[in-house]
Each structure stands twice: as C-alpha cells, then as structure tokens.
C-alpha cells in the first residue's frame, strides 16, 4: 500500500494500520536535515528539550560550557546558540538539565553543578567526590515528576538525591560497587527507577520504597534490594564469557548498559555496550518469584557467579533488538 492509501485506512482502522504507517519506509525518503547547531568545540555528550520552554535546547560538551539553543522552524541552516555559560566543572560534562532558571549538571569530574541564567550569580557545585572513597564519575541524571528533585548515577555504585531546595544529598541506592551509568525515571507513575551499569542486568526499583542515607554513612548501608532484574540471554552469556576471560587478560571491553530511556506506554530501551539497543517491555508486571511462570520467560541464575544483587530471577523479556551499530566504545550515551 501507498501512503496515502494507508493514511486512509488509519482513520478506518486506527489500530490495526497504525504500526503498518509508522514502519513504511516511505517516511525516511521524506527525512532530511534541517539544521546544525554550530558553536561547541569539544563532543557534545548531551542535549535535553528543556520542560519548560518547548523551542529551546540544553547542551553540554567536553568544553565543559552549558549552551542554550533555540529552534524556531522554520530555521536557518546553521543555529547559534542564545546563550553559552561556563560551569566550573574540571572534566567533560555528560549530562545537563535547565529547570527554572538554572542548569544541573554532571560530569567526569564527578561533580554535580548548579550554573545560573543570570550571570550575577556565582555557579555552584552541589557534589564533591572523595578522591579517596568514590570514583569519579558522575554519569546521568533525571528528575522527578514536576520536582525540584533529581538522581545521579556514579561509578561507585551510589544513586544520589540531590533536592534544589536543600544543601545536602542523600544516597538513594547502592549496587554494591557495580558502577551504574544508564538512569530513568518512568514518566506515568514517577516512582519507577531504570537503572543500567558495568552489567548486563537492568535493575528495577521502587523509589517510594527506598531507605535514603547521608553520605558520612555509607558504610553502613547494605545493598538496595531490586524489584526485578532484566536482561537478554545473549548479553549474560557475552558477560560470562568475558568475566572469565578478565581473569588472564585486562585489557577486555566489558558489557555495559550505558543509557536507557522510558517511552509513555511502560516500554525501555537500553543501550548496551558491546551489545545492541533492546527494547524491554514492562506493561504487565513479573510473575513474583515462588509462582508459575507464565508468558515472561526469565533465567536462574542463582548457581552462578554474576552480581545478580538480591535475586537470582533475571527476565528475559526484549521484545525487539535495534541491531547495526558499533557501539563498543559507548561511555555515557
């Protein structure tokens, strides 16, 4: 069928059609580009629609500045940006939020920043890791449902709370020394966290039933227990194989969810490192251990030595895999 054929049968049969419309080809014939946004001078590691103003654009690159953009079609081929702001950031930034009149941010350094609009305040920084304790990286970032308060991801293992409002952070989950990368918040109900790390488990949690801790306290707080695990059978086994492989030769590029990002139906994609984009589906909720399995198929990996965290069940429901990309080099993206 044409499109235009298609097009009619849409408003015919809307369920059925639709999936056939979006997957025509015929769309990409249609795609060209439009504009390039022109002025950082390092890779750009982020860009973020602000929330609260629908035609501009948040930036930031590994020229620690912070750029604003505003797209307006239709547009000039080559966009400037509105405004450029220096963070006092040490290291490339990997991700950059505006809220208000305020741009948060994280980055290499493992700082979290706050950078004003309004040149006549002075930029901030909301985290300083210990050199000695944390390992320096602060990767992703997500705020809350119409909330002043957002998560970061660190490669200690540590999800941190950071509230705008307040001066201290709490440690909201601790993944027992799995640095964690890939971070989402599930944009219907707001309390559903995506966590993705230095494996190939993409961990559920239920933020309303976390136990937050002060930082001088960490020592003391035990590994946050999981919803559920995800996975693909593919990826565990590639994890296997290079785990026992690490034990002779270092030099190994390891399996790594380095993004992940909720669409509003309760679906997930996941970028994984040495692996393929998947696509998880969490529309139905898991059968609870100790009942019979019924459609989601899932995997015991309880004999096995991968940090499976508290729960030896891994499902294994990707419903589809967006292959053809070298993705092996992925850090924060």
């Known amino acids: 069928l044409n499109l235009f054929s298609m097009l009619h049968l849409r408003e015919v049969q809307a369920v059925k059609k639709r999936r056939h419309l979006q997957r025509n080809t015929a769309w990409l014939h249609r795609y060209e580009l439009k504009a390039t946004f022109c002025g950082h001078q390092g890779c750009v590691n982020t860009i973020h629609w602000c929330q609260d103003m629908s035609d501009t654009l948040v930036s930031g690159s590994d020229d620690m500045l912070v750029k604003l953009w505003r797209y307006v079609a239709p547009a000039e081929s080559e966009i400037k940006p509105i405004l450029s702001l220096s963070t006092v950031h040490r290291h490339n930034i990997f991700d950059a939020h505006l809220t208000g009149r305020q741009v948060v941010s994280c980055g290499a350094d493992g700082f979290v920043c706050r950078t004003y609009l309004d040149a006549s305040w002075a930029s901030e920084r909301l985290f300083t890791p210990n050199v000695e304790t944390t390992q320096s990286l602060a990767f992703k970032m997500d705020f809350l449902p119409q909330s002043q308060v957002f998560l970061v991801t660190f490669g200690d293992g540590f999800v941190r709370q950071f509230d705008l409002r307040v001066a201290t952070q709490l440690a909201a ?93 309760g679906r997930l994609l996941a970028n994984y490192r040495g692996g393929d984009i998947e696509l998880f589906d969490f529309r139905s909720d898991p059968v609870p251990e100790g009942d019979a399995p019924e459609a989601t198929p899932w995997m015991d990996l309880s004999d096995s030595s991968l940090p499976t965290s508290t729960t030896s069940r891994v499902y294994l429901n990707s419903i589809r895999s967006y292959k053809g990309r070298i993705n092996e080099q992925t850090c924060a993206k």
């Open 173 to 265: 989950v601790n993944c027992d020394d799995v640095g964690l990368v890939g971070l989402g918040v599930e944009p219907r109900d707001g309390h559903t966290l995506a966590l993705g790390g230095n494996d190939p488990f993409l961990r559920i949690y239920d933020l309303r039933k976390l136990s937050f801790h002060q930082e001088s306290n960490l020592m003391n707080m035990i590994t946050t227990p999981v919803v559920s695990l995800h996975s693909t059978a593919e990826m565990i086994r590639k994890h296997k194989k290079i785990s026992s492989f690490s034990r002779f030769f270092s030099g190994h590029s390891d399996v790594c969810i380095s993004g992940v990002c909720w669409d509003s139906c």
